[in-house]
């Protein structure tokens, strides 16, 4: 029933909640005073809203970005920027500063360029290129065409020169890789010597450190806590939420104080490509179903969606209990079991061999389950931390899930 409907009611009985949007009858909302004619005056949101409300976790509205050192800062604490560029951004972390020297001109801390010339209301995103054609005006307003590398731009506006330094190397080696913390400052004997070979990267002490300018983490990192708790907490018939978020729940410090998650979010966050990346309980939680700092870890959702395996698959001749192991299904034709996978990479699922027991089904799924595993982490290996890799390799594929 809607606002719209109230017509004809019987308000001293009904009444409209300002949150839900439901007409309920008054037995739904809390008395707040009663006047001086002894009329009972009643709270605009109902009793069930207000509950809502009241767990609903409080969330801080000052911005949070990361420093150089992967220290979280307050917005007042880091650079300014000005500029807001109105394009797609690769992710929530990326942030676009204008090109000093320029009027038209902005570069992201991922290196991609973007210009307004032929429109001030929109914006140009060039092809990534290793340097860039631009517009410059000196003091007295003359403009002057000039080209300019783009690890040299980079440098200027997102790394710290204290020892100015004029070369600049990539870390991981790839000269497409604009990402401001995949460059460093290092001398011109430091860098003679990595591109001849004779030394490595892992042979220079390296002290970059980086100019940081506000970007959207913030809200992204609200909102991933904010499904994380409805899911834990707010399940009911009308939500959609998968049966492996059964008895889940968040930590008592998250749970508490929003702020923490935010932080350990911003702090273990990285890009993968193209890649949604997830908060995952399932690679270090051992079975656990809560969410906390030892339990989590980021990864991009294809990672996460190859670990999430929890659906039960009920043999209609057993008890409940005796639901069939991860990946196992019953064929009630022949009475056999038989594993079923949707290997890497692949959109249809793959039926494996039929066996006489669930037991033996599960054997030949669980060897197949961990290869793909296995090929997974070995393709996303130079993306995902030392960490996650490694555990990718250890994980051991259960035929239960541990209550």
Same mark, same amino acid.
């Given at each position: 029933?809607?606002? =719209?409907?109230? !017509?004809?009611?019987?308000?001293?009985?009904?009444?409209?909640?300002?949150?839900?949007?439901?007409?309920?009858?008054?037995?739904?909302?809390?008395?707040?005073?009663?006047?001086?004619?002894?009329?009972?005056?009643?709270?605009?949101?109902?009793?069930?809203?207000?509950?809502?409300?009241?767990?609903?976790?409080?969330?801080?509205?000052?911005? =949070? $970005?990361?420093?150089?050192?992967?220290?979280?800062?307050?917005?007042?604490?880091?650079?300014?920027?000005?500029?807001?560029?109105?394009?797609?951004?690769?992710?929530?972390?990326?942030?676009? $500063?204008?090109?000093?020297?320029? #009027?038209?001109?902005?570069?992201?801390?991922?290196?991609?360029?973007?210009?307004?010339?032929?429109?001030?209301?929109?914006?140009? $995103?060039?092809?990534?290129?290793?340097?860039?054609?631009?517009?410059?005006?000196?003091?007295?307003?003359?403009?002057? *065409?000039?080209?300019?590398?783009?690890?040299?731009? &980079?440098?200027?506006?997102?790394?710290?020169?204290?020892?100015?330094? !004029?070369?600049?190397?990539?870390?991981?080696?790839?000269?497409?890789?604009?990402?401001?913390?995949?460059?460093? #400052?290092?001398?011109?004997?430091?860098?003679?010597?990595? &591109?001849?070979?004779?030394?490595?990267?892992?042979?220079?002490?390296?002290?970059?450190?980086?100019?940081?300018?506000?970007?959207? @983490?913030?809200?992204?990192?609200?909102? +991933?806590?904010?499904?994380? #708790?409805?899911?834990?907490?707010?399940?009911?018939?009308?939500?959609? #939420?998968?049966?492996?978020?059964?008895?889940?729940?968040?930590?008592?410090?998250?749970?508490?104080?929003?702020?923490?998650?935010?932080?350990?979010?911003?702090?273990?966050?990285?890009?993968?490509?193209?890649? /949604? *990346?997830?908060?995952?309980?399932?690679?270090?939680?051992?079975?656990?179903?809560?969410?906390?700092?030892?339990?989590?870890?980021?990864?991009?959702?294809?990672?996460?969606? *190859?670990?999430?395996?929890? =659906?039960?698959?009920?043999?209609?001749?057993?008890?409940?209990?005796?639901?069939?192991?991860?990946?196992?299904?019953?064929?009630?034709?022949?009475? &056999?079991?038989?594993?079923? /996978? !949707?290997?890497?990479?692949?959109?249809?699922?793959?039926?494996?061999?039929?066996?006489?027991?669930?037991?033996?089904?599960?054997?030949?799924?669980?060897? /197949?389950?961990? @290869?793909?595993?296995? +090929? &997974?982490?070995?393709?996303?290996?130079?993306?995902?931390?030392?960490?996650?890799?490694? @555990?990718?390799?250890?994980?051991?594929?259960?035929?239960?899930?541990?209550?």
């Amino acid at each position: 029933m809607s606002r =719209k409907d109230l !017509t004809g009611l019987d308000t001293s009985k009904y009444r409209y909640c300002s949150e839900c949007g439901k007409i309920l009858p008054l037995c739904h909302f809390e008395v707040s005073s009663i006047n001086k004619n002894k009329t009972k005056i009643y709270n605009q949101i109902c009793k069930r809203c207000e509950k809502n409300r009241q767990l609903k976790p409080k969330m801080p509205t000052k911005m =949070k $970005v990361l420093d150089e050192n992967n220290n979280v800062q307050f917005a007042e604490d880091i650079e300014e920027n000005d500029n807001p560029i109105n394009v797609k951004l690769i992710n929530v972390f990326e942030t676009f $500063v204008q090109i000093e020297g320029t #009027y038209n001109y902005w570069i992201s801390n991922y290196g991609r360029v973007v210009n307004n010339l032929r429109n001030p209301f929109k914006y140009h $995103v060039h092809s990534v290129a290793n340097h860039y054609t631009m517009n410059f005006f000196d003091i007295d307003g003359s403009a002057n *065409m000039e080209d300019h590398y783009t690890k040299n731009l &980079m440098g200027k506006i997102f790394l710290k020169n204290p020892n100015n330094y !004029t070369k600049i190397w990539f870390i991981d080696g790839d000269k497409n890789n604009f990402y401001y913390k995949n460059l460093v #400052y290092v001398s011109s004997k430091d860098y003679d010597d990595l &591109m001849y070979g004779r030394k490595d990267i892992d042979d220079i002490e390296i002290k970059q450190e980086y100019y940081e300018y506000p970007n959207k @983490a913030r809200s992204k990192a609200y909102a +991933v806590y904010q499904g994380i #708790y409805n899911r834990c907490y707010k399940r009911d018939k009308y939500t959609n #939420y998968h049966d492996c978020y059964d008895g889940a729940t968040i930590c008592k410090e998250w749970l508490e104080n929003p702020e923490l998650f935010i932080d350990w979010y911003l702090e273990n966050y990285y890009p993968v490509k193209d890649e /949604i *990346m997830v908060v995952d309980k399932d690679l270090f939680g051992n079975g656990s179903k809560e969410y906390s700092p030892d339990n989590c870890c980021i990864v991009p959702v294809t990672i996460n969606a *190859m670990l999430t395996n929890c =659906k039960k698959h009920d043999n209609p001749a057993h008890t409940a209990a005796s639901d069939l192991p991860l990946g196992v299904r019953y064929n009630p034709d022949t009475h &056999m079991y038989y594993g079923e /996978i !949707t290997p890497f990479g692949h959109d249809e699922p793959a039926k494996l061999e039929e066996w006489n027991t669930p037991e033996e089904a599960f054997e030949e799924y669980r060897i /197949i389950k961990k @290869a793909d595993i296995t +090929v &997974m982490a070995v393709k996303y290996k130079n993306y995902i931390p030392q960490r996650v890799f490694d @555990a990718l390799i250890r994980y051991e594929v259960k035929p239960y899930i541990e209550d």
